[in-house]
């Protein structure tokens, strides 16, 4: 790389949890730069979340970083060429690559259900995901059947 790597820019906290994830899920979930409107979308479904909720002694963001961390993947595959044949080679994920794709398949699964607005989707896929259950959570046991599938190409790693 001609380049050097850019800064990690730090994040500012959320002003109502204040915990930067949320800021992260935040900036992830934001369409054309509208973060008042992704922000109110998330705390909605906060909001929703805290209604549905049956275990009283969590609130509504632990229940959201518990499903955070059931949706995130620990083992990927990589593509590898190798010779003419290409292989799909498990590697360990680096943790702040499994925060952002939890979190993107989050986002993105909820986008795909069928409730009404965007922060009654989020919340059901927030609620399922704690269950560990939903698509986000289906997602990562393909992703990880997937790595036991090639464990046979791990000598391959670079």
Do not use: C
């Not at 509208?34 to 963001?61: G, M, R, W």
């Not at 989707?121 to 393909?142: I, S, T």
């Amino acid at each position: 790389m001609r380049k050097r790597q850019a800064k990690k820019r730090p994040l500012l906290p959320d002003p109502r949890f204040n915990d930067q994830l949320v800021t992260r899920f935040v900036n992830m979930m934001m369409w054309d730069g509208k973060k008042s409107v992704a922000f109110k979308i998330f705390y909605d479904a906060i909001d929703v979340v805290e209604e549905k909720n049956q275990d009283e002694e969590k609130t509504a963001l632990e229940i959201w970083k518990q499903a955070l961390s059931n949706v995130m993947p620990h083992v990927e595959v990589r593509s590898r060429r190798v010779g003419g044949a290409t292989y799909q080679i498990p590697m360990q994920i680096r943790p702040d690559r499994k925060i952002s794709i939890a979190m993107k398949w989050l986002i993105s699964f909820s986008r795909k259900r069928n409730e009404k607005s965007m922060a009654q989707k989020l919340a059901a896929e927030v609620l399922a995901a704690a269950k560990e259950e939903g698509a986000a959570v289906k997602k990562r046991a393909d992703t990880h059947k997937m790595a036991e599938a090639n464990k046979a190409f791990s000598h391959f790693r670079f």
